[in-house]
């Protein structure tokens, strides 16, 4: 009689966006329109926001915060990155709670108004990367709240907590990892959603170690080498930017073949940035981008074609 396979997912689906899973007693994810951010520190003591969602989530990351911390804000906020999806309700956050934001070195020219990041690829395949031209790559502008994360790796706000910088799909991504309990908040190094696809981005409709966003992931090397170092860790349980948190034998399986095999299982089977990787580094102003320059090109000989063909038909 062969044993059954354990779940997936740690407890059942987060039904409502908005709606708080614990996953550790310090650890709480908020689920989110397409995203998830996530709450540390433990009720009635100091507590962290990792990551601010989507655009017009506010409302529901304040809720969601009152619910286990009740009025009590943050002492600071870390981003595991700043696309928009991470950062969408940062302003308004920030408005009632005007702390700190903790952002990787790399990372920092992207939140403090000196530079977008590379131009998501819409043709890697899938829905929601047609629909990756939509999501605007910045530049945000956060100051005067941006500090970078301590050289030391440490976390602040966070004891026991350190950061990783898991660059790939940002040059100064980072993923938190707890030792003493092996807890892993991988950000998008990887994800455990099909999150190219509607299915995927909108439902959580499969559970599994995926690649990170493929429309926006721009140094796929990278990618493979930080997926690679987390699951060296082999982490007990890893909270995803996308997706459901997985634990135990299943996560660390699955996180092991993607590391092992990631030219097979993660790389896209098409997209400019498998051979047109961007390097990690910090951006700098003016660089040039020739993903934005050909897709919106695209855009500008459709919509001509399109004015065209009306203007013959009338």
Known sequence: MTAATPPATLYPSVSSFGGTQPLRPDL???????????LLGAPGQPWVLVDAGMPGTAGLIRRAARAVHGERP?????LTHGHLDHVGALRALLEEWPV???VHELERPHVTGKAPYPFPDPTVGGVMSALSPAFL???????????????????????????LHTPGHTSGHVSLWREADRTLVAGDAFVTTRQETASGALLNAVTQVR??????T????????????????????AATGHGHPMEGE???????????????????ERGWYLSHPVPVHAAR???????RTLVLGALGALGAAWLLRRSTRG
């Not at 790559?137 to 790796?153: A, I, K, T, Y």
């Open 74 to 78: 943050p002492e600071l906020i870390v």
């Open 100 to 102: 700190p934001v903790y």
């Open 250 to 268: 299943v996560l660390r399986a699955e996180l092991s073949a993607l590391a092992a095999e990631f030219r097979a299982q993660g790389l896209p």
């Open 211 to 216: 690649r990170p966003p493929a429309y926006y």
């Open 28 to 38: 709480v994810r908020v689920r989110l329109p397409m995203v998830n951010a996530f």
């Open 137 to 163: 790559p910045g530049p945000f502008d956060f100051r005067p709240q941006v500090r970078v994360l301590p050289p030391d790796g440490s976390v602040p706000g966070a004891p026991g907590w350190r950061w």
């Open 285 to 291: 102003p003016g660089e040039p981008d020739p993903v």
């Open 218 to 237: 721009p140094n796929w090397e990278a990618a493979a080498a930080s997926v690679r170092a987390l699951a060296a860790l082999t982490p007990s349980l």
